[in-house]
């Protein structure tokens, strides 16, 4: 078994947690550790495009409180076959040469090798968007979405905030997703947009629109894909 390590400094003012807060306290968006996860594997010079990740887990959110910053690993384990990927996260302070060396498990997921032709070839299907939106009943902006959020302290502030339109069938949705001028200026730093991931995900929760009547007092965590 080869054990293969990536670390990163996370900094609280780091709009990825500074513009994502639930009742007032920063949280890291979990999907980023898909594109964190991506971008250690590619550091790795393994080719993602032939790699599919299972058992995604969402353990447990990084939470900045009094300006908080993580230093967070990214831990690659090579078995057969697959590997195992963990990330974990302590607490960390440049100023300081006794960091803590307790660490959390946020996230853990496998990455199987594949074939990238039959990978690939499922973005050839052809969907066609015109003939969904015949068929929908009701269409909102992402900006309602986020307002309805906020009405159960759960805030996007300005990097965080993508737009767009949703459009809704009885039992799907089509959402046109577009990202905000702050956040289109850092594209080339991500695999996959956390702004992106993160409104995505937060759509699966609006079939009914009505997010308030969802039980949002507590995080959903731990979840996986």
Avoid: W
């Avoid at 006794?98 to 032709?117: F, M, R, W």
């Avoid at 702004?195 to 965590?221: N, S």
């Amino acid at each position: 078994m080869k054990l293969k390590v990536i670390s990163s400094i996370l900094y609280s003012d780091d709009p990825l947690i500074k513009d994502h807060t639930v009742h007032g306290v920063k949280i890291l968006p979990g999907v980023s550790f898909i594109d964190l996860i991506l971008r250690a594997l590619n550091k790795l010079e393994i080719n993602i495009y032939e790699i599919e990740l299972r058992n995604i887990l969402f353990k447990k959110p990084i939470v900045s409180v009094n300006g908080a910053n993580f230093q967070i690993e990214i831990q690659v384990k090579e078995l057969k076959g697959f590997s195992k990927i963990e990330i974990k996260s302590r607490n960390y302070s440049s100023e300081s040469s006794q960091n803590s060396t307790d660490s959390v498990l946020n996230c853990e997921c496998e990455a199987y090798y594949i074939n990238s032709e039959n990978n690939l070839s499922l973005l050839n299907d052809k969907f066609n968007k015109q003939q969904y939106k015949d068929s929908i009943y009701k269409t909102i902006s992402l900006d309602e979405i986020y307002g309805m959020l906020q009405k159960v302290n759960i805030n996007h502030k300005d990097f965080m905030k993508a737009e767009g339109m949703v459009h809704y069938q009885e039992k799907s949705l089509l959402a046109e997703i577009s990202l905000n001028s702050t956040a289109l200026g850092y594209s080339k730093d991500f695999f996959i947009h956390p702004v992106f991931f993160d409104a995505a995900t937060l759509l699966a929760f609006t079939q009914k629109y009505y997010i308030a009547d969802l039980a949002l007092d507590k995080p959903f965590i731990p979840f996986s894909i």
